[in-house]
C-alpha cells in the first residue's frame, strides 16, 4: 500500500516537474492578457485612426480625448441611432448643418445658426459654448484646455464617424 502510494508520488512528481512550467506560464497570466486584449487592440486601432488625421489632431492622443468625453456623456451619447438625452446624438456631427440631429428639440438661437460643424468651429463651441453662441442651452462651462480640446475633437472624429 505505502509502496504504491509511493510510487504513485513518484509518478505525480515524475509528471509534476513538468507541471512547474505551466504554473509559471498561468503566472504570467495569459487570462488576464487575453481579457485586456479588446479595449488594448480598440484603442490601438483608434489611435492609428488619429495618426492619420489632418494636423494638430494626428498628434491627439485617443485614450485622453475619451476621458474629456466623459465630462459630455452626461448629456450626449456619440454610438450610431443611440437616443437623444438632455442634449442631441453627436454621431456623424463632422460634416452636419447644426441643429439637425433628427427628433431633437434644439433652441432658438442654435436653430438660426447657420453652418457646419468642422474642427474649428468644434474648438470655438467647446472653448465656451455661451460666448460662442449666446442664449444655447447647452449648460457647460466649457474645454479650457487646448491640449484636452484637441485630444476631445480628435476622439469625437474617429467615434463620430458616420460609417462605423
Ligand atoms: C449639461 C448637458 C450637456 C453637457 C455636459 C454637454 N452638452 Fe453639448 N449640448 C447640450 C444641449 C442641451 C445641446 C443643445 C443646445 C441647444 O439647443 O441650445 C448641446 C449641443 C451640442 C452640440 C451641437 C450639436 C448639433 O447637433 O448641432 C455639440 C457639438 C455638443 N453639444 C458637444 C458637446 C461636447 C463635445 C461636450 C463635452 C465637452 C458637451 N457637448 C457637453 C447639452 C450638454
Same mark, same amino acid.
Given at each position: 500500500?505505502? %509502496?504504491?502510494?509511493? +510510487? =504513485?508520488?513518484?509518478?505525480?512528481?515524475?509528471?509534476?516537474?513538468? *507541471?512547474?512550467?505551466?504554473?509559471?506560464? &498561468?503566472?504570467?497570466?495569459? @487570462?488576464?492578457? &487575453?481579457?485586456?486584449?479588446? $479595449?488594448? &487592440?480598440? &484603442?490601438?486601432?483608434?489611435?492609428?485612426? +488619429?495618426?492619420?488625421? %489632418?494636423?494638430?489632431?494626428?498628434?491627439?492622443?485617443?485614450? $485622453?480625448?475619451?476621458?474629456?468625453?466623459?465630462?459630455?456623456?452626461?448629456?450626449?451619447? +456619440? *454610438? %450610431?441611432?443611440?437616443?437623444?438625452?438632455? =442634449?442631441?446624438?453627436?454621431?456623424?456631427?463632422? =460634416?452636419?448643418? +447644426?441643429?439637425? @440631429?433628427? =427628433?431633437?428639440?434644439?433652441?432658438?438661437?442654435?436653430? !438660426? $445658426?447657420? /453652418?457646419?460643424?468642422?474642427?474649428?468651429?468644434?474648438?470655438?463651441?467647446?472653448?465656451?459654448?455661451?460666448? /460662442?453662441?449666446?442664449?444655447?442651452?447647452?449648460?457647460? %462651462?466649457?474645454?479650457?484646455? *487646448?491640449?484636452?480640446?484637441?485630444?476631445?475633437?480628435?476622439?469625437?472624429?474617429?467615434?463620430? *464617424?458616420?460609417? !462605423?
Amino acid at each position: 500500500m505505502r %509502496a504504491l502510494l509511493v +510510487i =504513485g508520488l513518484l509518478t505525480l512528481s515524475a509528471c509534476g516537474s513538468p *507541471e512547474a512550467p505551466p504554473s509559471t506560464t &498561468t503566472a504570467e497570466t495569459p @487570462a488576464s492578457t &487575453t481579457a485586456a486584449a479588446p $479595449a488594448t &487592440t480598440e &484603442t490601438a486601432d483608434r489611435q492609428e485612426e +488619429i495618426a492619420e488625421l %489632418a494636423a494638430p489632431y494626428n498628434q491627439a492622443n485617443y485614450e $485622453a480625448g475619451r476621458r474629456v468625453f466623459a465630462q459630455c456623456r452626461a448629456c450626449h451619447v +456619440i *454610438e %450610431a441611432g443611440a437616443p437623444n438625452r438632455v =442634449g442631441p446624438n453627436l454621431h456623424g456631427v463632422f =460634416g452636419r448643418e +447644426i441643429g439637425t @440631429a433628427p =427628433g431633437f428639440n434644439y433652441s432658438q438661437p442654435v436653430q !438660426d $445658426a447657420n /453652418f457646419v460643424w468642422d474642427a474649428e468651429h468644434l474648438d470655438h463651441w467647446l472653448q465656451n459654448p455661451q460666448t /460662442f453662441l449666446p442664449g444655447n442651452r447647452m449648460a457647460f %462651462a466649457g474645454v479650457r484646455d *487646448e491640449t484636452q480640446r484637441r485630444d476631445l475633437i480628435a476622439y469625437l472624429m474617429v467615434e463620430a *464617424e458616420p460609417e !462605423d
